[in-house]
């Protein structure tokens, strides 16, 4: 566990050290996450198109449901990464207990809810009357992973926070291991169909959030942390996770907003949007490893008291995110004639995609810099701040993308519009950092 830094600053390459310990693993942490989905789709893809229809249902239900608490992870790295630079690992290691204790208690809320609406839920999305039995079945049943997922979450928040990114990464790849194994063992093995993918998805999600839980208790013990759920110190950690929820909350009503209105243009733009979208995740991941990492760091420095520390971390890692963003912009340029054919063969849609790709590589740079700059507003505990912007984003887009299909423009205008949200998200962001209110120390916010 990293010990608090000394007052003097770290130079520029030991904060380039820092970042890849910390962003490499954490990036393949992250793409370990959404092969949950892959695996299950290419083996009950097996099973018949209806099953698959009634999967595909059935997951987009449940990443939601788990998507939205990923403040669980934000607001425990930054309040564990506070204490570990205060150098009090007793405290870090409590205050993460007690955002485990908030995620088992708000899993247990959800799934209370989720399995009696299941078919509620799948009616909702208009899922055809073959599909519907499929996605109820997975649905109901992998309701039940749904707090091992969010222990998950916390317990990662808590690793980050003790700067160790390399276990969650470990365990990613022993749950994506496990979960292919125990699927194609009870879907065809004990033929169980459907229902045996979602039970081996949720005995993968519990074994996952039981190590994790191992991991974390025997830190626990090691530094004297009670064990015990505290009150206090749970809602203490809701507190912390309202401002982000209403953050997390605002970037997805972006997103759907956006894909509403690629239905509304057409098959050809939807079709277009979804492969776009599905890259644009994609480099979403490598920039959200840099975030991570300024998550961990700059808790860690504000802890220690060591408020240059926090502002040379920041500054170098936002040049890490303009970076970044220029490769990844570079990439997907050079790189578009031969991907564009993997995901379709509709000449249509590959002319309606090409100068939509220009303006997604043109802003990378952007979404590199943003990235960075919300891991450090995180890692520093501004989630007040984080909110408020996000929701003054959400305000900007709305109208400007709802407006595209009477003025126009199609694909292309849609992803400029995409770029005019992460544009306004860049200025408030940097607004911010430049203002220096984020940076409040202590172990403590």
């Given at each position: 566990m990293t010990q608090a830094p000394t007052a003097q600053p770290p130079s520029p390459r030991r904060h380039d050290r820092e970042i890849i310990a910390l962003a490499v693993p954490a990036f393949g942490a992250l793409v370990a996450e959404p092969l949950f989905v892959m695996v299950d789709s290419a083996i009950v893809g097996h099973l018949g198109t209806p099953q698959l229809a009634g999967l595909a249902v059935a997951a987009a239900l449940l990443t939601t449901a788990v998507s939205v608490f990923v403040f669980l992870a934000y607001a425990t790295t930054a309040a564990v990464a506070r204490q570990v630079g205060a150098g009090d690992l007793a405290s870090a290691v409590r205050q993460g207990m007690d955002g485990i204790w908030l995620a088992l208690l708000i899993g247990a809320a959800v799934v209370a809810v989720t399995v009696p609406l299941t078919p509620a839920l799948v009616e909702i999305f208009g899922t055809s009357d073959t599909a519907t039995p499929y996605a109820t079945t997975y649905l109901r049943i992998s309701s039940f992973g749904i707090p091992a997922m969010l222990v998950v979450l916390a317990a990662t928040g808590v690793l980050r926070g003790l700067q160790d990114t390399r276990t969650p990464l470990y365990v990613a790849i022993g749950g994506f291991a496990a979960n292919g194994a125990l699927n194609a063992g009870l879907v065809y093995g004990a033929g169980l169909g459907v229902a045996g993918s979602a039970w081996g998805t949720v005995i993968a999600q519990w074994g996952m959030a039981l190590v994790y839980l191992v991991v974390v208790v025997r830190g626990a013990r090691r530094h004297g942390a009670s064990l015990r759920p505290d009150a206090a110190g749970i809602r203490a950690s809701a507190q912390a996770g309202v401002p982000l929820l209403v953050r997390t909350l605002s970037l997805r009503a972006v997103l759907m907003i956006a894909t509403a209105v690629a239905a509304r243009l057409g098959d050809t733009d939807i079709a277009g949007h979804q492969?776009?979208?599905?890259?644009?995740?994609?480099?979403?991941?490598?920039?959200?490893?840099?975030?991570?990492?300024?998550?961990?760091?700059?808790?860690?420095?504000?802890?220690?008291?060591?408020?240059?520390?926090?502002?040379?971390?920041?500054?170098?890692?936002?040049?890490?995110?303009?970076?970044?963003?220029?490769?990844?912009?570079?990439?997907?340029?050079?790189?578009?004639?031969?991907?564009?054919?993997?995901?379709?063969?509709?000449?249509?849609?590959?002319?309606t995609l090409l100068p939509a790709l220009l303006v997604v590589a043109l802003s990378q740079p952007i979404s590199g810099v943003v990235f960075v700059l919300d891991g450090v507003l995180m890692g520093a505990g501004d989630g007040r701040y984080l909110a408020w912007a996000m929701v003054l984003t959400l305000a900007v887009f709305a109208p400007v993308a709802l407006l595209i299909p009477s003025f126009g423009g199609g694909l292309t205008a849609l992803w400029g519009a995409m770029t005019l949200m992460m544009t306004v998200r860049l200025v408030t962001l940097w607004m911010r950092m430049r203002s220096g209110r984020w940076i409040v120390t202590g172990a403590t916010r």
């Open positions: 492969i776009i979208l599905s890259l644009w995740s994609l480099t979403a991941f490598a920039l959200d490893a840099i975030a991570i990492a300024g998550q961990a760091i700059i808790g860690r420095y504000l802890g220690a008291n060591d408020a240059r520390g926090a502002r040379e971390a920041c500054r170098r890692m936002v040049q890490w995110g303009v970076a970044s963003g220029v490769v990844l912009g570079a990439l997907i340029v050079l790189a578009r004639p031969l991907f564009v054919p993997l995901f379709t063969g509709d000449t249509s849609v590959q002319d």
